[in-house]
């Protein structure tokens, strides 16, 4: 019986890992590459900050709208189905924005990226959270897992996007191979998504006996949990958008953005052990609070200093807490609804999510091309981060 145990438990761990393609795709290849690609496109096609931030709130849009069309989408395809469905479509919106320079289609690929990323990473957390009932001890692990691996998508950019630039240095655009490369990341993390998504295709979704639970998902009970979330969508993308160009500012090398990335992205990674009893003590918005609250330290550090020690501490610090913001939200709705409501619980907090990281990069881009530069956007930021943990900390469980 223990050899099963312990079979079934490693069966688990290898498809939450296998699912953590999924975030790799739809968040830390898809959103935040993006910030690495922004200063050599900044400079060769001659944008604003402003503008700059727009193709994130692009993005951002498209994945609003994504997932706002999510719930509807799960119930007549599954959630297996979509997932690979809208990973598919991410690789190829990401190759796409290699073959333009002007803005308008630019911002469209952007817009249509987001839109399969929303789909991937809400049906990714939806087949994670089933994963996590299987074995309620190890829940905050198990979700832990599939939202790390934003970090993996997050090294695996950090790895393969500056060498590519430098290969690709004195080339007209020469930024365009980088997209094709990621795309074809995105592209090889899809394949192994298909044998965790074939996996739970068939598993139907346990019943909720009757009486015991609401008959549908209602923005009103997790309306503090949902502004402070909102909080952190707005608070934290203004960081992943322009934090390397920033360093690039502060006379930045390119193996030095590198390290600073690729740590990040541990740090993404490693949070999955770090947080999983704090996501799963907390039944009400705590958890998310607490988050929110060392998460505007983070990004307060390279307002006020530009020592790259704490440039990199800031980092790590970063890495080692957003991600698990968004677990956070997951294991709320999974502690407080039944598992027939959590696709709908997933994709509200993902729309309000979605509607802050819409409005972030432009408020951050707009900042920066007034006189307090960057720093001061980023120290707008941390404070929209700090107002969500109050906001968080107001919510009770049901």
Request: glycine share 14%; hydrophobic share 55%.
């Given at each position: 019986?223990?050899?099963?145990?312990?079979?079934?438990?490693?069966?688990l761990?290898?498809?939450?890992?296998a699912?953590?393609?999924g975030a790799a795709?739809s968040?830390?290849?898809?959103?935040?590459a993006?910030?690495?690609l922004?200063?050599?496109?900044?400079d060769?096609?001659g944008?604003?900050f402003?503008?700059a931030?727009?193709?994130?709130?692009?993005?951002a849009?498209?994945?609003?709208?994504?997932?706002?069309?999510?719930?509807?989408?799960?119930?007549?395809w599954?959630?297996?189905?979509l997932?690979?469905?809208?990973?598919?479509?991410?690789?190829?919106?990401?190759?796409?924005?290699?073959?333009?320079?002007?803005?308008?289609?630019?911002l469209?690929?952007?817009?249509?990226?987001g839109?399969?990323?929303?789909?991937?990473?809400?049906?990714?957390?939806?087949?994670a959270?089933?994963?996590?009932?299987?074995?309620p001890a190890?829940?905050?692990?198990?979700?832990?897992?599939?939202?790390g691996g934003?970090?993996?998508?997050?090294?695996?950019?950090?790895?393969?996007v500056?060498?590519v630039?430098?290969?690709?240095?004195?080339?007209?655009?020469?930024w365009?191979?980088?997209?094709?490369?990621l795309?074809?990341?995105?592209?090889?993390a899809?394949?192994?998504l298909?044998?965790?998504?074939?996996?739970?295709?068939?598993?139907?979704?346990a019943?909720t006996?009757s009486?015991?639970?609401?008959?549908?998902?209602?923005?009103?009970?997790?309306?503090?949990a949902l502004?402070?979330?909102?909080c952190?969508?707005?608070?934290?993308?203004?960081y992943?958008?322009f934090?390397?160009?920033?360093?690039r500012?502060?006379?930045?090398?390119?193996?030095?953005?590198?390290?600073?990335?690729?740590?990040?992205g541990?740090?993404?990674?490693?949070s999955?052990?770090?947080?999983a009893?704090?996501l799963?003590?907390?039944?009400?918005?705590?958890?998310?609070?607490?988050?929110?609250?060392?998460?505007?330290?983070?990004?307060?550090?390279?307002?006020?200093a530009?020592?790259?020690?704490l440039?990199?501490?800031?980092?790590?610090?970063?890495?080692?807490?957003?991600?698990?913001?968004?677990?956070?939200?997951?294991?709320?709705?999974?502690h407080?609804?039944?598992?027939?409501?959590?696709?709908?619980?997933?994709?509200?907090?993902?729309?309000?999510?979605?509607?802050?990281q819409?409005?972030?990069?432009v408020l951050v881009?707009?900042i920066?091309?007034?006189?307090?530069?960057?720093?001061?956007?980023?120290?707008?930021?941390?404070?929209?981060?700090?107002?969500?943990?109050v906001l968080?900390a107001?919510?009770?469980?049901?």
């Amino acid at each position: 019986m223990r050899a099963a145990t312990d079979s079934t438990r490693s069966a688990l761990l290898r498809q939450a890992l296998a699912l953590s393609m999924g975030a790799a795709i739809s968040l830390g290849i898809t959103r935040f590459a993006y910030g690495l690609l922004l200063p050599p496109m900044r400079d060769d096609l001659g944008w604003s900050f402003t503008l700059a931030g727009s193709m994130n709130t692009a993005n951002a849009l498209g994945y609003l709208l994504g997932a706002l069309c999510t719930p509807a989408l799960m119930r007549r395809w599954g959630a297996s189905h979509l997932l690979l469905v809208g990973a598919w479509l991410a690789s190829l919106f990401m190759a796409g924005s290699g073959f333009f320079t002007e803005p308008t289609p630019l911002l469209l690929q952007r817009l249509l990226a987001g839109v399969a990323s929303a789909w991937v990473f809400i049906s990714g957390g939806v087949l994670a959270a089933r994963l996590a009932q299987r074995e309620p001890a190890r829940s905050g692990l198990l979700l832990g897992l599939y939202y790390g691996g934003t970090g993996l998508g997050i090294v695996a950019s950090a790895l393969a996007v500056p060498p590519v630039l430098a290969w690709a240095q004195g080339q007209a655009h020469g930024w365009a191979w980088a997209w094709w490369a990621l795309a074809l990341v995105c592209a090889l993390a899809t394949l192994v998504l298909h044998a965790p998504a074939r996996a739970q295709a068939s598993e139907a979704v346990a019943p909720t006996p009757s009486g015991t639970a609401p008959r549908r998902f209602r923005w009103q009970d997790f309306g503090f949990a949902l502004a402070g979330y909102g909080c952190f969508g707005v608070g934290y993308i203004g960081y992943m958008t322009f934090v390397i160009a920033l360093l690039r500012q502060q006379g930045a090398s390119g193996a030095s953005i590198t390290v600073f990335y690729a740590l990040l992205g541990l740090a993404v990674v490693g949070s999955s052990r770090v947080w999983a009893g704090l996501l799963d003590r907390h039944r009400g918005g705590g958890a998310l609070a607490r988050l929110n609250a060392t998460l505007g330290v983070a990004i307060l550090l390279p307002a006020i200093a530009q020592a790259w020690p704490l440039m990199l501490v800031s980092g790590v610090v970063f890495g080692g807490v957003f991600l698990s913001v968004v677990a956070s939200t997951t294991a709320l709705v999974r502690h407080n609804l039944p598992a027939l409501l959590w696709p709908a619980g997933i994709s509200a907090f993902t729309t309000v999510f979605a509607a802050g990281q819409i409005v972030g990069p432009v408020l951050v881009g707009g900042i920066a091309d007034g006189p307090g530069g960057l720093a001061l956007g980023l120290a707008v930021s941390a404070g929209v981060l700090w107002l969500g943990a109050v906001l968080a900390a107001w919510q009770r469980p049901l």
